[in-house]
Protein backbone atom coordinates (compact mmCIF):
# COMPACT_ATOMS: atom_id res chain seq x y z
CA UNK A 1 0.00 0.00 0.00
CA UNK A 2 1.52 3.32 -1.23
CA UNK A 3 1.59 6.35 1.51
CA UNK A 4 -1.19 7.91 -0.86
CA UNK A 5 -3.94 5.22 -0.11
CA UNK A 6 -2.77 4.49 3.85
CA UNK A 7 -5.67 4.73 6.34
CA UNK A 8 -6.36 8.32 8.05
CA UNK A 9 -5.66 6.17 11.10
CA UNK A 10 -2.11 4.95 10.25
CA UNK A 11 -1.30 8.40 9.23
CA UNK A 12 -2.36 9.87 12.20
CA UNK A 13 -0.62 7.12 14.28
CA UNK A 14 2.81 7.26 12.07
CA UNK A 15 2.78 10.82 12.67
CA UNK A 16 1.97 10.99 16.52
CA UNK A 17 4.80 7.94 16.56
CA UNK A 18 6.95 10.49 14.73
CA UNK A 19 6.17 13.50 17.38
CA UNK A 20 6.95 11.16 20.05
CA UNK A 21 9.79 10.02 18.88
CA UNK A 22 11.83 13.49 18.20
CA UNK A 23 12.56 15.64 20.73
CA UNK A 24 10.82 18.76 19.69
CA UNK A 25 9.29 21.14 22.37
CA UNK A 26 12.23 20.04 24.66
CA UNK A 27 13.93 23.40 25.53
CA UNK A 28 10.49 25.42 25.27
CA UNK A 29 9.71 22.75 28.70
CA UNK A 30 12.98 23.43 29.70
CA UNK A 31 12.93 27.14 29.83
CA UNK A 32 9.02 26.94 31.37
CA UNK A 33 10.94 25.04 34.39
CA UNK A 34 14.29 27.05 34.49
CA UNK A 35 13.55 30.36 33.91
CA UNK A 36 11.92 30.53 37.37
CA UNK A 37 14.12 28.96 39.36
CA UNK A 38 17.11 31.30 37.87
CA UNK A 39 15.01 34.13 38.64
CA UNK A 40 14.80 32.65 42.06
CA UNK A 41 18.08 32.17 42.98
CA UNK A 42 18.76 35.74 41.73
CA UNK A 43 16.59 37.14 43.61
CA UNK A 44 17.82 35.42 47.02
CA UNK A 45 21.51 36.23 46.11
CA UNK A 46 20.09 40.20 45.71
CA UNK A 47 18.20 39.61 49.36
CA UNK A 48 21.80 38.49 50.61
CA UNK A 49 23.69 41.53 49.46
CA UNK A 50 20.57 44.26 50.64
CA UNK A 51 21.03 41.89 53.61
CA UNK A 52 24.43 42.22 54.05
CA UNK A 53 24.61 45.91 53.25
CA UNK A 54 22.08 46.40 56.04
CA UNK A 55 24.27 45.11 58.29
CA UNK A 56 27.47 47.38 57.73
CA UNK A 57 25.23 49.76 57.76
CA UNK A 58 23.82 49.16 61.68
CA UNK A 59 27.51 48.21 62.44
CA UNK A 60 28.95 51.53 61.06
CA UNK A 61 26.71 53.41 62.99
CA UNK A 62 27.34 51.08 66.24
CA UNK A 63 30.80 52.16 66.05
CA UNK A 64 30.22 55.85 65.20
CA UNK A 65 27.88 56.00 68.41
CA UNK A 66 30.50 54.27 70.20
CA UNK A 67 33.11 56.51 69.28
CA UNK A 68 30.92 59.79 70.42
CA UNK A 69 29.63 58.15 73.73
CA UNK A 70 32.87 56.89 75.11
CA UNK A 71 35.24 60.46 74.86
CA UNK A 72 35.89 61.61 78.07
CA UNK A 73 33.30 63.69 78.77
CA UNK A 74 30.52 62.09 76.45
CA UNK A 75 27.19 61.01 77.12
CA UNK A 76 24.76 58.37 76.18
CA UNK A 77 22.66 61.31 74.13
CA UNK A 78 25.70 62.35 72.29
CA UNK A 79 26.31 58.97 71.46
CA UNK A 80 22.56 58.19 70.35
CA UNK A 81 22.57 61.57 68.19
CA UNK A 82 25.71 60.67 66.55
CA UNK A 83 24.38 56.62 65.47
CA UNK A 84 21.06 58.66 64.70
CA UNK A 85 22.71 60.77 62.19
CA UNK A 86 24.81 58.52 60.04
CA UNK A 87 21.54 56.08 59.95
CA UNK A 88 19.52 58.84 58.86
CA UNK A 89 22.42 58.90 55.75
CA UNK A 90 22.68 55.73 55.24
CA UNK A 91 19.53 53.62 56.60
CA UNK A 92 17.19 55.02 54.19
CA UNK A 93 17.34 52.09 51.70
CA UNK A 94 18.72 49.09 53.14
CA UNK A 95 17.75 49.34 56.72
CA UNK A 96 14.11 49.54 57.78
CA UNK A 97 13.18 50.67 61.38
CA UNK A 98 16.70 51.08 62.62
CA UNK A 99 16.07 51.72 66.62
CA UNK A 100 19.17 52.96 68.58
CA UNK A 101 19.89 52.16 71.91
CA UNK A 102 22.80 53.29 73.99
CA UNK A 103 23.69 52.99 77.77
CA UNK A 104 26.66 54.61 79.55
CA UNK A 105 28.14 53.81 83.09
CA UNK A 106 31.16 55.46 84.62
CA UNK A 107 33.22 52.48 82.89
CA UNK A 108 31.45 51.67 79.70
CA UNK A 109 29.77 52.04 76.79
CA UNK A 110 27.39 49.55 74.90
CA UNK A 111 25.41 50.51 71.79
CA UNK A 112 22.61 48.35 70.03
CA UNK A 113 21.18 49.07 66.77
CA UNK A 114 17.90 46.69 65.57
CA UNK A 115 16.40 46.73 62.47
CA UNK A 116 15.47 45.00 59.22
CA UNK A 117 16.81 44.59 55.83
CA UNK A 118 14.63 46.00 53.07
CA UNK A 119 12.88 43.15 51.36
CA UNK A 120 13.75 42.20 47.98
CA UNK A 121 11.53 38.56 47.56
CA UNK A 122 8.05 38.69 49.15
CA UNK A 123 7.56 37.31 52.42
CA UNK A 124 11.38 37.12 53.42
CA UNK A 125 12.36 39.37 56.96
CA UNK A 126 15.88 39.15 57.39
CA UNK A 127 16.55 41.00 60.73
CA UNK A 128 19.69 43.21 61.66
CA UNK A 129 21.59 43.31 65.18
CA UNK A 130 24.73 45.32 65.61
CA UNK A 131 26.22 45.60 68.89
CA UNK A 132 29.33 46.82 70.65
CA UNK A 133 30.84 47.86 73.75
CA UNK A 134 33.85 49.85 74.88
CA UNK A 135 35.24 51.20 77.90
CA UNK A 136 35.21 54.79 78.94
CA UNK A 137 37.76 57.18 78.19
CA UNK A 138 38.71 58.61 81.30
CA UNK A 139 41.70 60.64 82.48
CA UNK A 140 43.68 58.65 85.53
CA UNK A 141 46.75 60.35 87.01
CA UNK A 142 50.08 59.31 87.22
CA UNK A 143 50.27 58.01 90.99
CA UNK A 144 54.42 57.43 90.34
CA UNK A 145 55.97 60.12 92.93
CA UNK A 146 59.61 59.17 92.25
CA UNK A 147 61.47 61.84 91.23
Do not use: N
Not at 13 to 42: F, H, K, N, Q, Y
Not at 90 to 102: M, N
Request: net charge neutral; hydrophobic share 45%; charged share 20%.
Amino acid sequence: MSPRHASPRRTLARRVRRALSGDRGEVTVELVIATPLLLLALLAIIQFAVWSHATHVAQTAASQALAAARVQHGTAGTGHAAGQRLLDDLAAGPLRDPQLTVTRDTTSVAVSIRGEAATVLPGVQLHVHAETVGEVERFVPDTDTTP
